[in-house]
């Protein structure tokens, strides 16, 4: 069946835009210009997905995720502004699935869309087996991985990741000690022929190790080798 995906951002450009470029790839799209009147909506008929902006007049998205998540467990992304780390980390805390940085590319954000949907297709299809359920738990050293589930455990304690940070940590720790280069990493975590400069999978290792330490103070468990790429240790 075709996903429902709905866009909650008071900018009616992007609102637009947005749902142009979904409607095209063949998703049925649902529009709301503010937290408010969407909280409603998506209550009463929840979509398949969500994508929340979080600055946003009477009732901004992270309000917005908080109420929703009373109710409903929903797939949601935000979009934020470059230097939102903060509001960044209290949706990831609060159920966020991921989030995007404006100004986005559209085509990465439905590639995040697919992303999503397919890790989130185990619980609407129960009796079919995903590639995620087939591999199963992944363990190396202190860190524990669920693909299935989007779980990530780091010495029993949770850690919560996004989509593109999981996918990225799951490639190292799968084979420790070899190092993968920032392409490897970027064929990993962004799929559907999307480019992303070198920066931006430093980036998304530099978020790993923060959430990680926080944590675990002590963890170094993702290793840069300067000019070459990173490698997961499992020591």
């Known amino acids: 069946m075709t996903a429902t ?10 609102l637009t835009s947005v749902s142009i470029a979904l409607q095209t790839e063949g998703f049925v799209t649902r529009v ?16 398949d997905l969500a994508v929340f902006d979080i600055k946003m007049p009477r ?3 992270l309000e917005l995720l ?33 989030y995007i940085a404006k100004p986005f590319s559209q085509r990465l954000l439905i590639a995040r869309i697919r992303a999503i949907l397919r890790r989130t297709e185990l619980t609407r299809s129960p009796g079919t087996e995903t590639e995620a359920e087939a591999a199963g738990p992944l363990a190396r050293g202190r860190l524990s991985m669920d693909p299935a589930r989007h779980r990530t455990l780091w010495g029993g304690e ?15 720790a799968q084979r420790p000690g070899i190092v993968k280069t ?8 962004y799929q559907d022929d999307i480019y992303v400069d070198d920066r931006t999978i430093d980036s998304h ?31």
């Not at 949770?158 to 996918?167: A, G, N, S």
């Not at 920032?182 to 975590?189: E, G, I, P």
């Open 158 to 172: 949770p850690v919560t990741l996004t989509v593109t940070e999981f996918m990225i940590l799951e490639t190292l």
């Open 59 to 61: 009732m901004d998205g």
């Open 205 to 235: 290792i530099k978020r790993l190790r923060r959430k990680f330490r926080q944590v675990d103070p002590a963890f170094d468990a993702i290793e840069t080798l300067y000019g070459a790429g990173y490698r997961f240790s499992e020591e």
């Open 66 to 98: 908080r109420r929703f998540r009373e109710k409903s467990q929903v797939p949601v992304i935000f979009l934020t502004s470059k230097d939102d780390e903060l509001d960044e980390a209290l949706g990831l805390a609060m159920g966020a699935d991921d």
């Open 182 to 189: 920032r392409n490897q990493l970027m064929d990993a975590a």
């Open 32 to 47: 709301y210009s503010d937290g408010e009147t969407a909280l409603k909506a998506l209550t009463d008929n929840p979509p």
């Open 5 to 14: 995906i709905a866009l909650v951002d008071d900018d009616r450009n992007i």
